[in-house]
């Protein structure tokens, strides 16, 4: 199928490392900060949210880290699967007014077997 | 519980043409949001339409217009296509003043649009 991840910037990973995918963001008022996994052909699937007042939440295999002074979010994920293999954004959301989400870059996560 | 889901899953069309894509919201949602998602980059926000008026709108232009209905599905339209308007529309439906999770703030499969 057609690939999400065209351009974009690629992590090489072998199975059974652990993954860390780094974002910057722009905007300091959001109240979510939040990582999605998109496969090839499908929308974008929830991971993992942070709400910004936090610094650190862990989830099953992944953990966000929220660094507000230098506006940087990354996730880790542990143990890494092929079935970990897709494209990676990061995105912002406010829960006031209407909810947008705001994605970035997407990073392309390739695990070797 | 059901997710969303989206209809068609691919389309042509011809450059000039109009184009209804629709999506069902995720049971217990009452709000749908719209996205662009080009080829190698991240979904962009169309608008979002809320008991059935739109009440949020990203840089996007008129030709790009929207509805939901009293079940909470929506439809996108886009008239007067252009070749740049080929690429995925992802549909989202949440809860409002819900929050990011899992069930809170839900995509569809989308749908690949391509304009010839």
């Known amino acids: 199928g057609e690939s999400v991840g065209l351009h974009l910037p690629t992590l090489s990973v072998q199975e059974g490392d652990n993954s860390i995918i780094n974002c910057a963001y722009s905007n300091s008022a959001s109240d979510y900060f939040i990582w999605y996994k998109q496969e090839s052909g499908k929308g974008p699937q929830f991971i993992i949210d942070?709400?910004?007042?936090?610094d650190k939440r862990q989830g099953q295999r992944v953990t966000v880290l929220l660094n507000k002074t230098v506006k940087h979010l990354s996730l880790q994920i542990a143990a890494t699967q092929p079935g970990d293999s897709a494209v990676y954004f990061c995105a912002e959301m406010n829960s006031g007014g209407y909810q947008k989400v705001t994605f970035g870059i997407g990073t392309k996560l390739q695990v070797i077997p | 519980e059901t997710g969303v889901t989206q209809s068609p899953t691919h389309l042509i069309k011809t450059r000039g043409q109009q184009v209804t894509l629709r999506c069902s919201s995720q049971s217990g949602h009452n709000t749908v949001s719209w996205y662009q998602q080009a080829l190698g980059q991240g979904p962009q926000f169309i608008f979002q339409?809320?008991?059935?008026?739109?009440?949020g709108r990203g840089n996007f232009p008129p030709r790009f217009s929207g509805l939901q209905f009293p079940n909470y599905s929506s439809e996108l339209n886009v008239n007067a296509l252009e070749l740049d308007d080929s690429a995925l529309y992802l549909c989202?439906?949440?809860?409002?003043?819900?929050?990011?999770?899992?069930?809170?703030?839900?995509f569809g499969s989308g749908t690949r649009l391509t304009v010839v």
């Open positions: 339409y809320y008991r059935e008026e739109e009440n």
């Open positions: 989202a439906s949440s809860l409002k003043g819900g929050k990011p999770s899992n069930y809170g703030y839900t």
């Open positions: 942070i709400r910004s007042n936090m």
